[in-house]
Structure formats: C-alpha cells, structure tokens
C-alpha cells in the first residue's frame, strides 16, 4: 500500500515528531487536570456534532442499533421500535365503499352518515331493516401504531371497516341487499391504539382473495361529517388461505369453495404485490368463532 507520508525528508519528519509531542502534552495536561466530561465523551465514542446527534437519536429507540451515521441512525430507530412493522400499503377502495365517493343509481351511497354506523358490531342493519348478516363468527382487531414516532399508539382515530357477506354480495350496492347496511361500521381507537369489530367471516366472489377493507380517519368527526377523501390510509385486510378452507367447508359458503380454488394471492389484482403489511393472524375455529389481529403502521 502506498503510504502519502513516506519519504518526504527530514524536514517533513521533524515537524511530524514535534507534533506528536504537542499532543502527548495536552494528553497530559488533560489528565493532570481529572476532568470527568472529556473522558466521558471518549468513552461514549463521540464528542462532536455528529456524534451525538446519533447517540440522541439511538437512545430515544428501545431495541436501535446504535450507528455513527445519523441518517442510518433515525432509519434503524423506526426498525428498532417498530420491530418488522412497516407503514401498511394504501390499497384501493373498491367499487363499494359507501364513504361517499360514489353513486348508485344516481344517489350517493355513504354509510358513514347513518345514524348508529359508530358500533362495534357490525353484524346487523342498522336503518331501514334489523337484518342480520350469516356466517361463521369473526372479530377484527386492529392496532394503529405511528411509524413515524417508534411506533407510538395512535388513539382517536376512526376506523371504517366493510367487507361482503358469505355469498359474496356488498351491502348497499348488491343485487338483492341494496335495502341492506350490515357488514360496516366505525370504531375509534382506543388507548392502546386498537379498534374491535365483531362480524362474519367474509366469503369469496370470483376473481378476488378473501379479504376486508377498512378506511383510517383522524377522528371520528373526520370519518362522519367532512367529505370523503380525507382518509389518512386505505386499505384492505388479506386473510390466511388455510383459514379460509377452513371456513368455507362450513354451511353457506359454498359458493367460495371454487372461487377460492381459482385465486391466488399471486394472481389476485390487489395483493400480487404483496401481502407483507395486511395479512393478518388468525386463531380459532369455525365452530367457536375466530379472531384477526393485525397491526397497522401509519406514517402520520
């Protein structure tokens, strides 16, 4: 290796050694004085600007690897804390989202003006018809956390949740369930960030993967009264194949036993790219009922 400093004279060297001396004196000095502070700086590996903005930056973070690279550091800080969650994938809403967005038969089609749309569950209509959905039970827990902030909780936000019954068909909108507003809701989170919906577990139609959407709100007035399009996320929930099979070899699903058979994830118009940030864990039984967990990253 070519070293810079060689054969550069006497000339050169004396005033390398001279200072070397220099700095060996201020060592000294250094330590005849005992200050604490210089040492601890040493000790902690930094000292100048850089350095400490990464140390700040790393210790705010529970589980951070700590770098000397502050644009590294705030990166890993959000991986640290958030574990592997990431700020979830903005989906489409689809053609039946009755959030105001579009029409069926010349009028607007919006749950989310309807009396009684803030519940938990969302099994039954709630104006104009007390039916109630069928299906094999499911409760829908999601938790909203700030990827933005370690992953902090986010609590006060709306959630609107929707899917399509067992048969297949979206409340408002289907052939024969127009007069119908089961299967939506809204629910705000809570403390803990988390929002509890309990409903039936969705079937398949052709040409989609089983799945729930859902649209997140700043606030409850944000979800009910401002107009649509004021969403902080949109996205779809994806559900495990195998639970699926599960339920679909249950009464009323049938219809789904092919669908499903015809669909994949890969070859789904929604989830081919991925269902990394929406497929949620599901634990259960059809006979007892199952429960969907899944935590939702935002960046807000």
């Known amino acids: 290796m070519h070293d810079e400093n060689h054969h550069h004279g006497l000339a050169h060297d004396l005033e390398v050694l001279g200072q070397m001396v220099a700095e060996r004196r201020r060592a000294l000095r250094w330590l005849g004085v005992g200050s604490l502070a210089p040492l601890g700086l040493l000790a902690c590996g930094g000292g100048d600007s850089a350095s400490t903005t990464s140390t700040s930056s790393t210790s705010t973070a529970t589980g951070s690897t700590t770098t000397t690279d502050t644009s590294t550091s705030t990166s890993t800080t959000t991986t640290g804390s958030c574990g592997n969650t990431t700020t979830i994938a903005s989906e489409t809403n689809g053609p039946y989202p009755a959030d105001g967005t579009n029409t069926l038969n010349?009028?607007?089609?919006?749950?989310?003006?309807?009396?009684?749309i803030v519940r938990s569950d969302i099994r039954s209509s709630i104006v104009s018809s007390s039916t109630t959905a069928a299906g094999v039970l499911l409760t829908v827990t999601l938790t909203l956390v700030n990827t933005n902030s370690s992953c902090a909780v986010l609590s006060g936000y709306a959630v609107y949740l929707w899917h399509c019954t067992r048969d297949g068909l979206y409340s408002m909108y289907s052939s024969g369930v127009t007069g119908e507003n089961y299967l939506r809701g809204v629910q705000i989170s809570d403390s803990n960030g988390s929002v509890?919906?309990?409903?039936?577990?969705?079937g398949c139609y052709?040409?989609?993967?089983?799945?729930?959407?859902f649209e997140v709100y700043a606030s409850q007035t944000a979800a009910t009264t401002t107009p649509a399009g004021d969403q902080v996320r949109t996205s779809q929930i994806a559900l495990p194949r195998d639970v699926c099979s599960?339920?679909?070899?249950?009464?009323?699903?049938?219809?789904s036993v092919a669908n499903l058979a015809a669909i994949t994830f890969a070859t789904d118009n929604v989830f081919s790219d991925g269902t990394s940030t929406e497929?949620?864990?599901?634990?259960?039984?059809?006979?007892?009922?199952?429960?969907?967990?899944?935590t939702v990253g935002l960046a807000v």
């Open 206 to 213: 052709s040409g989609r993967m089983p799945h729930i959407h």
């Open 196 to 202: 509890t919906f309990t409903t039936i577990f969705p």
């Open 246 to 255: 599960a339920v679909y070899a249950t009464t009323g699903y049938s219809a």
């Open 279 to 294: 497929l949620a864990t599901v634990t259960g039984s059809a006979s007892a009922g199952y429960a969907a967990t899944l």
């Open 106 to 116: 010349g009028s607007t089609v919006n749950a989310l003006t309807l009396s009684g």
